[in-house]
């Protein structure tokens, strides 16, 4: 299992989940807090960019580089909350056993 801290306006809401889940599985299926900021609209296709997050600074090196030729990369493009070296769409980002304790800041929705 993996422990996955999700913090909105400072508060951490830790969700725990199996290996292989990602990050969106894990806000949209395994919180017991409700966490809007991720609705997932295309259920993990990495067409929609509805589970914009920021990895935390600590973490955005622990976990796979996101392949900048792919769709992820081109969403993240056009979206204005878009932050190098922070922003992956949850989706993209599956947990492996090394990212037990990992940070992740929620992009509030407009």
Not at 2 to 12: D, E, H, L, P, Q
Not at 83 to 104: A, F, M, Y
Request: with cysteine; aromatic share 8%; charged share 25%.
């Amino acid at each position: 299992m993996v422990n996955v801290y999700f913090v909105r306006n400072g508060s951490k809401i830790r969700v725990e989940v199996p290996i292989g889940t990602t990050l969106m599985e894990a806000a949209k299926h395994f919180s017991k807090v409700p966490i809007n900021e991720i609705p997932g609209d295309c259920c993990g296709s990495c067409a929609c960019g509805t589970c914009h997050v920021y990895i935390d600074e600590k973490w955005y090196d622990k976990i796979e580089p996101m392949n900048v030729n792919m769709a992820e990369q081109l969403i993240l493009d056009f979206n204005k909350k878009f932050v190098k070296h922070k922003s992956r769409l949850s989706c993209q980002v599956t947990l492996k056993k090394e990212h037990d304790g990992i940070v992740v800041h929620l992009v509030q929705n407009d």
